[in-house]
């Protein structure tokens, strides 16, 4: 079954609250907020359809509505599909290269750190040639209320390690792929999303960017701040 213009109107405006606020959704907040041109009782029966056709999903009985990894692809793929944003602040990317020069590590330290810290997420840069991973992130990503659970760093860590050791055999171009929850084919734990492309580094070095955290990652801005990066090196 399709989802109508009003029922992903609803999800794309579900998703990114619970992106923004870590919180179930309800159907009296988007109510409040958006202006859908229907009364609540119909904004009601729009979010139990979209339950229904399983894009999200109750996980308290009081509570409101969370995406589930069905959802997230649904609004990652019309992403993918319309014009893929790019990061705001150009110049910014700019000055990391011009900073770098021509040494390729510290263009690879300043990238990684970059990313890092503008999505709050995990950051990994594998140059391929030298078989060096650049890893930057901790302290963004553990500040996300995700990590507030216990074993969600042991299970994360697990998922770098999957990640370093199974990289090679992927068949990763320059075109941005996205893997969420229970598509990531790097560990059996189905908590995080990874946002990952090939990319050109300067003196014909190739890399391979990635942006790992949980599903609940800006996926918006994320693909947007890779996307400007790949173009900024085109340019190199």
Known sequence: ????????????????????????VSSQLLEKKYDFSICPAMIRIEMQKLTD????????????RVPTDKGYRFFVDNLLKSKIPEFEDVLEIEDIFQKAGKDIFKLAGRLTKFLAEQSSNFTILNLL????????????????????EKDSISHFTELLESFEE???????????????????????????????SKCHLP????????????KRMAYDRNIGLINSLMKSLEKL
């Open 166 to 196: 199974n990289i090679e055999n992927l068949k990763i171009n320059s075109e941005i792929k996205v893997y969420i929850g229970k598509e990531n084919p790097f560990s059996k734990n189905k908590d995080f999303s990874i946002i990952i």
């Open 1 to 24: 079954m399709e989802t109508t213009q009003r029922q992903t109107e609803i999800l794309n405006r579900l998703i990114q609250e619970y992106i923004d606020s870590a919180r179930p």
């Open 53 to 64: 056709q399983g894009f999200i999903c109750q996980p308290h009985t009081s509570a409101g």
């Open 129 to 148: 040639e030298r078989d060096f991973f650049w890893k930057e992130g901790w302290e963004e990503i553990l500040q996300e209320p995700e990590f507030e």
């Open 203 to 214: 003196k014909k070095e190739e890399g391979i960017l990635s942006i790992l955290g949980p």
